[in-house]
């Protein structure tokens, strides 16, 4: 009986605290579950395969070379540009003799051991500037020549000489493009070149007192052909193209210099003459032709050049100077009226006095 109350009061006091009787067993805490070492490897980043940097000294030893290199190349085309600038080839050549002569120092056979050693190094150390120095020649030598083959004439004497029982005759250098002739395009022809009017007869009479030179900036492809058809009478004795001008500030300019003439008997006709000679002085300016058929420039212009080749005056250029600015055939009319009525008054005078 005892035993049974006993459990009844046990069982009373687990209903009372609401705990089942599992309650006891559940309390023991639960294992963790293990993990595998495997996994554990796994988690882990994997070991680094790269190289350690490298030191930091060779790193700015590489800096160091560069910017010597560079601040060296620049140095060096600084100075080339400087000379090409301030100096001629010639002079270059003369101020460098002796620095490329030291890169050949020699010494005597009976010199000390740290003389023949000096001699050495200071010959090895000259090398380089001087071998520099003779590249930039070589390079700087080409290059002006080059250039020089397209700036300058193509000779010193454009012409030949002069026969010697002409060496009284003067030199007529005729422009060809808006001077004797115009060339001008248009879509439903193309390209067509026109003759100024009174061209032969102005070159049949001219050529009768002077050598005629035609001198255009034009390439000779284009030249020859107009002149031949121009010409066919043969009047003009020589014709030059653009390869005998002299390019100057992004033009061709004729250097009547270089004819082999002499300068006091040339006289140069152009419808731009002022803009495309470099001897101005020589000039006879003449009104541009742009193929209107009413002009007679050329006509009007023989009496003042059939004047000068018959008078043969010692130096055309004061004579040309006289007419600056003005018409030239225009003036020279008004001359030659002026001094036929002078010469008329003076006439009369004499004859007033003879009576």
């Given amino acids: 009986m005892s035993k049974i109350t006993q459990s009844r009061r046990l069982l009373f006091y687990f209903t009372k605290n609401n705990k089942p009787f599992s309650s006891i067993a559940s309390e023991t805490p639960q294992p963790e579950p293990l993990i595998s070492s495997s996994s554990l490897l796994n988690d882990q980043p994997p070991?680094?395969?790269?190289?350690?940097?490298p030191p930091e000294t060779s790193s700015k030893s590489w800096g160091f070379l560069k910017f010597g290199g560079i601040a060296a190349l620049t140095g060096a085309a600084a100075t080339a540009g400087y000379a090409t600038y301030a100096y001629s080839l010639d002079e270059v050549d003369e101020r460098t003799k002796d620095l490329r002569a030291s890169a050949n120092y020699n010494i005597e056979?009976?010199?000390?051991?740290?003389e023949k050693f000096q001699a050495l190094a200071y010959s090895t150390a000259m090398t380089v500037p001087a071998k520099s120095v003779e590249l930039y020649l070589d390079i700087r030598r080409l290059?002006?020549?080059q250039v020089r083959e397209f700036t300058e004439p193509s000779s010193e004497k454009l012409l030949p000489d002069l026969h010697p029982q002409e060496q009284h005759v003067f030199t007529l250098v005729l422009d060809l493009n808006e001077t004797l002739v115009y060339t001008d395009w248009k879509r439903e022809r193309g390209w067509r070149t026109f003759k100024r009017p009174g061209v032969e007869l102005f070159l049949e009479h001219m050529a009768q007192f002077y050598e005629i030179v035609v001198f255009s900036d034009q390439l000779s492809m284009y030249v020859d052909p107009i002149v031949e058809r121009l010409d066919g009478?043969?009047?003009?004795?020589?014709?030059?193209?653009?390869?005998?001008t002299k390019f100057l500030d992004s033009k061709h300019y004729r250097d009547l210099s270089k004819l082999n003439r002499d300068p006091s008997k040339i006289l140069y006709v152009s419808g731009h003459a002022?803009?495309?000679?470099?001897?101005?002085e020589n000039c006879v300016p003449v009104k541009p032709w742009k193929s209107e058929a009413d002009d007679t420039v050329l006509l009007d212009l023989?009496?003042?050049?059939?004047?000068?080749?018959?008078?043969r005056p010692a130096d055309i250029r004061p004579v040309l100077a006289s007419y600056e600015g003005r018409d030239i055939a225009k003036e020279f009319l008004e001359r030659s009226k002026e001094h036929q009525r002078r010469v008329q008054e003076t006439n009369r005078r004499g004859s007033l006095w003879r009576r």
């Fill in 233 to 244: 009478k043969g009047y003009i004795r020589y014709r030059l193209g653009r390869n005998a």
């Fill in 274 to 280: 002022l803009e495309s000679t470099l001897q101005q």
């Fill in 302 to 311: 023989m009496p003042f050049l059939e004047f000068v080749a018959r008078q």
């Fill in 143 to 145: 290059i002006e020549k």
């Fill in 109 to 114: 056979d009976d010199a000390s051991a740290l």
């Fill in 47 to 53: 070991p680094s395969l790269e190289s350690p940097p």
